[in-house]
């Protein structure tokens, strides 16, 4: 079988990738019958010639792929038809700017498997960069709170050379008594949660921090059931939640009351309570840093207006007239909202993506196939498969 990484062709560009150089070269001495081209790129955060000496064939040409991993959406013009494709997609939600795209793929006979599919029996994600984006989410986060009140200063992700030269820049930081509320349980709460204790912000019980003033930072972190109750029963169960999230409503409120910065992570489509309305943001609502890592525009956190880039990262929401501002004025709100943040921590991401690549997902590939596989597969013999048969109206 001949595996393809192919060249991000996305604006703006992203530089991660599925394998990395170590990760192929593993990959061809241990597996029979294996082979890997990677298609030249002067974006990707391994040069070719990193490839090239870990007897990796770089080339232009990948018709010879069976199999062609990307990461994020790849233009139309190109895609190879009747060739097997993973990546993110971004169609499973009927997302209106990738519409054209899963039109050309079902026209080309492309079998698209979209990695943010591929899930465990029960609904966890398998593969993803959440982690990372969860660490400089985090990061930016408080990063934009110190610029905001001017009392610590931490430096750009994107300007380190890698997670472990970023890390230096925590010890002996001293941070004010800064309270935090993390939302998410999945990866990207992982992440948060590990720039937290890098830090030595302290966690707290969720009626503590409701509840207690204290004199050192702190952090809570609200999962399902802090975060969501059934309006006629007032309980949580994760599992009827899910499949009837309509019949839920926010908890988040009484936190919005007490908290300075919100770390978001939590997964959001239309039918999810969002963590706030904005008829909320009044003066009792005290939240002065969002950094949104799921960055959905408009959704769990409503005043997402959408996406900054990483250069410029942050921007302001006039608490008044809920209009996009310059951020730190003194009646807005400052909100992180970058979709590739893990962008700023590349070759890290890589290396983890690749790691659970690897674990989970390639050996189901080379021996034809699973159902995880065919869970996550979105067309098939230039037609929707039957999990995904709910897009057929958006795809026509």
């Known amino acids: 079988m001949v595996i393809g990484l192919i060249k991000e062709g996305k604006t703006p560009a992203d530089n991660r990738v599925a394998l990395t150089p170590a990760q192929c070269k593993w990959l061809q001495q241990n597996i029979a019958d294996i082979k890997i081209l990677v298609q030249s790129s002067n974006i990707r955060c391994f040069a070719d010639d990193e490839y090239a000496r870990a007897g990796v064939t770089v080339t232009d040409n990948l018709e010879q792929c069976d199999i062609l991993l990307g990461i994020k959406e790849v233009p139309i013009d190109m895609l190879i038809p009747n060739k097997t494709y993973l990546f993110f997609s971004h169609t499973r939600k009927e997302q209106p700017h990738n519409k054209k795209l899963l039109q050309t793929i079902l026209a080309k006979n492309i079998t698209l498997i979209d990695y943010e599919c591929l899930e465990h029996d029960d609904g966890l994600r398998i593969i993803g960069f959440g982690f990372f984006a969860g660490v400089v989410g985090a990061h930016n986060g408080i990063m934009a709170y110190g610029n905001r009140i001017g009392l610590f200063e931490l430096p750009r992700v994107y300007k380190n050379k890698d997670?472990?030269?970023?890390?230096?820049?925590?010890?002996?930081?001293?941070?004010?008594?800064?309270?935090?509320?993390?939302?998410?349980?999945?990866?990207?709460?992982?992440?948060?949660?590990?720039?937290?204790?890098?830090?030595?912000?302290?966690?707290?019980?969720?009626?503590?921090?409701?509840?207690?003033?204290?004199?050192?930072?702190?952090?809570?972190?609200?999962?399902?059931?802090?975060?969501?109750?059934?309006?006629?029963?007032?309980?949580?169960?994760?599992?009827?939640?899910?499949?009837?999230?309509?019949?839920?409503?926010?908890?988040?409120?009484?936190?919005?009351?007490?908290?300075?910065?919100?770390?978001?992570?939590?997964?959001?489509?239309?039918?999810?309570?969002?963590?706030?309305?904005?008829?909320?943001?009044?003066?009792?609502?005290?939240?002065?840093?969002?950094?949104?890592?799921?960055?959905?525009?408009?959704?769990?956190?409503?005043?997402?207006?959408?996406?900054?880039?990483i250069e410029n990262p942050i921007y302001g929401v006039d608490r008044n007239t809920l209009e996009k501002t310059e951020p730190y004025k003194n009646n807005s709100i400052d909100i992180v909202a970058v979709g590739n943040l893990p962008n700023e921590l590349p070759r890290d991401a890589s290396k983890y993506f690749g790691e659970q690549l690897i674990k989970y997902i390639l050996g189901d590939i080379l021996k034809g196939g699973s159902t995880i596989i065919d869970r996550a597969t979105i067309t098939k013999n230039s037609k929707l498969t039957n999990k995904f048969a709910y897009l057929e109206n958006y795809a026509k």
């Not at 999945?186 to 003033?213: C, F, Q, S, T, W």
């Not at 926010?250 to 978001?264: A, E, G, H, K, Q």
């Not at 706030?276 to 005290?286: G, K």
Request: hydrophobic residues 30%.
């Open 163 to 309: 997670y472990r030269s970023l890390i230096n820049h925590y010890f002996g930081l001293k941070l004010p008594n800064v309270k935090i509320a993390v939302t998410g349980s999945g990866r990207v709460a992982h992440g948060v949660l590990e720039v937290m204790n890098l830090m030595g912000i302290h966690e707290v019980e969720p009626d503590e921090y409701l509840e207690k003033k204290f004199t050192y930072p702190v952090y809570v972190q609200l999962k399902g059931a802090e975060l969501y109750t059934h309006k006629e029963t007032k309980t949580y169960k994760r599992e009827h939640f899910h499949q009837n999230p309509t019949e839920y409503r926010s908890r988040f409120l009484p936190y919005t009351r007490c908290t300075d910065i919100l770390m978001n992570g939590v997964y959001w489509d239309k039918t999810i309570p969002k963590l706030f309305e904005t008829e909320d943001i009044d003066s009792r609502f005290v939240i002065q840093t969002i950094s949104d890592i799921t960055d959905d525009e408009h959704g769990s956190v409503p005043i997402n207006l959408g996406d900054q880039t």
